[in-house]
């Protein structure tokens, strides 16, 4: 079935560095999406890509989905300790609505 | 997010007993997902459910029963719980389905279930 790469699946950073999780694929991506878990809480939905090349941008944060449609990326700029969390990508995983998750990337902020 | 409620958010049990997570949303959303989360595996997903009276096995289906009699409501039991299944169970809905990419989930707030 369809699986979706995630890398790194940890990152420390000191606060005001940058930060840049990415999730690889096989195949053809029809759309991605990314979501972010809060330490103790659950996903929430951030954004969704669905076109080639496509940048969306979101404050400090930047979404790329890759030209050949099988890969993108979320960049942070400048982190803060609000950004601690882990962020996952999820992609179609068939036809009946089901996403299939990356396993995530778990970003601590350094104050 | 407070269109989806799970309960309990907390739940001690012990191997071979019966347990049921239930899930309730209030947007009357047709599709309605079960989700695990561990560490080092990310969020499988255990089941889902198009509509009412339509469920379909996802990742890791083994050791769990789910029904969907209401659209709010998607309950999922643990027949005879293992060790192996204490884990964060997230319930979540969406508006639609497909891979279209218009099925952004909205997630409840978690059950933690320890199995001893």
């Known amino acids: 079935g369809q699986q979706v790469m995630q890398i790194p699946q940890y990152q420390h950073v000191q606060e005001g560095e940058d930060f840049t999780t990415y999730c690889n694929s096989s195949?053809?991506?029809?759309?991605i999406q990314w979501y972010k878990q809060r330490p103790g809480g659950h996903p929430v939905f951030l954004i969704q890509?669905?076109?080639?090349?496509e940048v969306k941008k979101q404050k400090r944060l930047t979404f790329q989905f890759g030209e050949a449609k099988k890969n993108s990326s979320l960049h942070i700029t400048a982190t803060q300790t609000t950004d601690v969390g882990t962020y996952f990508c999820?992609?179609?995983?068939?036809?009946?609505?089901?996403?299939?998750f990356g396993k995530g990337t778990k970003l601590s902020v350094k104050p | 997010d407070a269109g989806i409620t799970q309960s309990p958010r907390y739940k001690i049990t012990e191997t071979g007993r019966q347990v049921t997570l239930m899930c309730h949303q209030t947007?009357?959303?047709?599709?309605m997902f079960w989700y695990r989360q561990d560490l080092g595996h990310g969020l499988r997903l255990i089941y889902y459910?198009?509509?009412?009276?339509?469920?379909d096995k996802g990742e890791v289906p083994d050791g769990y029963v789910v029904s969907r009699s209401k659209t709010e409501n998607f309950p999922l039991t643990l027949e005879s719980a293992t060790r192996s299944q204490t884990s964060v169970y997230f319930c979540?809905?969406?508006?639609?389905?497909?891979?279209?990419?218009?099925?952004?989930?909205?997630f409840g707030a978690g059950s933690r279930l320890t199995v001893l």
């Open positions: 979540a809905s969406s508006e639609t389905g497909g891979g279209s990419g218009a099925n952004v989930l909205t």
């Open positions: 195949t053809t991506l029809s759309n």
């Open positions: 890509l669905v076109k080639s090349g």
């Open positions: 999820a992609v179609g995983g068939g036809s009946q609505g089901n996403l299939i």
């Open positions: 947007w009357s959303h047709s599709y």
């Open positions: 459910s198009a509509a009412a009276d339509i469920t």
